[in-house]
């Protein structure tokens, strides 16, 4: 378990509609990170918060939107959803310095279908 | 561009055997460099990074990897294989220098035999 959180585990959804998903990072941790994995792309980040603060933009897109609250809790929020969104969201979480600096910790992730 | 490239889709071992998972990577300056392993419907778990020091860097689970500058290889490698190590492995770098998001090869799946 490596102390990351997200919710929901599955979304089933439709065309056109719009989905939050939710992450919360191990305690402690400042950063927290956001990929979508699919057969066809693989693994691609999309986003990064650091405490609060948008710090890094991967390949996401302009339907997509995240943010990160006080208590260092995130949201990823999906928009106009097409079927090609339908994938595995995780969300990862880092601490700033020390031992770990750099490691990234996964969530078990949420598996999105878009039909 | 910069990359990371796993070169197998599919690496076949049997227990106990010594296995090797490839990556060589094209990073401009000092590359950061990470394994990660995803069991089946299971988030991505950290095993090892390099970022500087040692070429030898020890891991989780008796997982090592060498980083080697002249040949631009950091393989994933373990003395003797369990049938617990299959898995899909994914060798990371960080594409701009600093700790932001990753950059995944493709992924290997590792299949051990009994």
């Known amino acids: 378990d490596s102390g990351v959180t997200q919710t929901p585990k599955h979304l089933i959804t439709a065309t056109g509609q719009r989905v939050t998903l939710r992450c919360s990072p191990r305690?402690?941790?400042?950063?927290v990170y956001w990929y979508q994995q699919s057969l066809d792309q693989g693994l691609q980040f999309l986003i990064q918060?650091?405490?609060?603060?948008?710090?890094a933009k991967g390949n996401i897109l302009e339907r997509f939107s995240a943010q990160q609250f006080p208590d260092l809790h995130s949201e990823l929020n999906l928009s106009s959803l097409e079927l090609g969104d339908s994938a595995l969201y995780f969300c990862?979480?880092?601490?700033?310095?020390?031992?770990?600096?750099?490691?990234?910790?996964f969530g078990p992730g949420t598996r999105l279908t878009v039909t | 561009a910069q990359s990371v490239a796993q070169p197998e889709d599919q690496v076949n071992v049997a227990e106990g055997n010594p296995l090797t998972v490839k990556c060589t990577y094209s990073?401009?300056?000092?590359?950061?460099l990470f394994w990660y392993v995803q069991y089946p419907n299971r988030g991505l778990q950290f095993l090892l990074k390099y970022i500087t020091g040692d070429n030898l860097v020890k891991g989780s689970y008796g997982f090592e990897a060498e980083f080697n500058k002249s040949q631009t290889s950091f393989h994933l490698k373990k003395p003797s294989a369990l049938v617990s190590d299959s898995a899909l492995y994914f060798c990371a770098f960080f594409p701009r220098g600093g700790a932001d998001g990753l950059t995944f090869g493709k992924g290997t799946h590792l299949i051990i035999q009994p």
């Open positions: 918060y650091y405490n609060g603060e948008e710090r």
């Open positions: 990073v401009s300056g000092n590359p950061y």
């Open positions: 990862a979480s880092s601490a700033y310095g020390g031992r770990q600096a750099y490691e990234q910790y």
């Open positions: 305690s402690g941790d400042l950063s």
